[in-house]
């Protein structure tokens, strides 16, 4: 088993090559949790390839390293493998992430994780409160009309015909 862990604009890509053991990733995923703790990303890119698919972890042991890399809730983790099995196996821990609260999915192509990754860091700031409590004191959609359904409402309003129907 041999690995890259590069830097690049916005997260960071780590790319495993060969793996052959649960162990030889648990070595891989401590090495991407140094180089994060150097360079403060909150997307990583896990990119493993030419590696045997792994469909039983041990929980305690693996998501405890993978806690601690995508363990603050600002933190995205996008899996990337090169065969159909290996990307089934991804699916699987990244459910198993998921179910544990982590921010983990994976994909089958390197276009797509990055742009999910990309789209998580842009995510809109909380509002400010001046800005809430403009929207607080606007009404409700309900009570809102806009001056098209206003126009439409007197357009169609009709006179009762019989104005002892009430």
């Given amino acids: 088993m041999y690995y890259l862990i ?6 960071l890509r780590a790319t495993m090559f060969d793996r052959e053991t649960l162990e030889e990733t648990r070595e891989f995923v ?28 041990e929980p305690r042991g693996f998501f405890a ?3 601690k890399l995508a363990g603050n809730s600002s933190c995205s983790v996008a899996l990337l493998g090169d065969i159909d099995e290996l990307n089934l196996s991804h699916e699987y821990l990244a459910l198993l992430a998921r179910q544990q609260g982590l921010n983990v999915v994976s994909f089958r192509d390197e276009a797509t994780a990055l742009r ?4 998580r860091q842009r995510r809109p700031e909380r509002r400010n409160r001046s800005e809430r409590r403009q929207s607080a004191a606007e009404p409700p959609p309900s009570e809102r009309r ?7 409402r007197s357009i169609f309003a009709l006179p009762n015909p019989c104005p002892s129907c009430g």
């Fill in 6 to 11: 590069t830097v690049e604009p916005g997260y």
């Fill in 30 to 57: 401590h090495a991407v949790i140094r180089e994060n703790e150097k360079h403060r990303r909150s997307a990583i890119l896990i990119d493993v390839r030419l590696s045997r698919s792994l469909f039983h972890v």
């Fill in 65 to 67: 390293y993978f806690r």
């Fill in 116 to 119: 999910w990754l990309s789209a």
């Fill in 146 to 152: 806009r001056p098209r359904e206003r126009r439409l």
